[in-house]
Nanobody
Framework: QVQLVESGGGLVQAGGSLRLSCVAS????????MAWYRQDPGNQREWVAT???????DYVESVKGRFTISRDNAKNTAYLKMNSLKPEDTAIYFC??????????????WGQGIQVTVSA
């Protein structure tokens, strides 16, 4: 069994910062990549950022220069540092991991999501 647990969300004023964390646990051999997605009511889930096992990162255009994704491979943890937050960043943020379990895979797992609310 594999679990992804997000933390660090909350309410912040526009221009503020938050740092999200995502810890993966369970029978994990290797995590190829970890990513963050977000979804607000009425919209589809949107990809936000990805970090590979080698540290290569990529971002959706709307967050480039404001968000930074990173990971600690030893801790199976990914982070999303969000600066200069805007009301349009308000959403539920989900973590995902593309991983191998006991050498078999890859599989994609998701966290349950965490709310980020940015007030104007």
């Amino acid at each position: 069994q594999v679990q992804l647990v997000e933390s660090g969300g909350g309410l912040v004023q526009a221009g503020g910062s938050l740092r999200l964390s995502c810890v993966a646990s369970g029978s994990i051999s290797r995590i190829r990549a970890m990513a963050w997605y977000r979804q607000d009511p009425g919209n589809q889930r949107e990809w936000v950022a990805t970090v590979t096992i080698g540290g290569i990162t990529d971002y959706v255009e709307s967050v480039k220069g404001r968000f930074t994704i990173s990971r600690d491979n030893a801790k199976n943890t990914a982070y999303l540092k969000m600066n200069s937050l805007k009301p349009e960043d308000t959403a539920i943020y989900f973590c995902s991991a593309d991983l191998f379990r006991l050498g078999v895979g890859p599989y994609v797992y998701w966290g349950q999501g965490i709310q980020v609310t940015v007030s104007a």
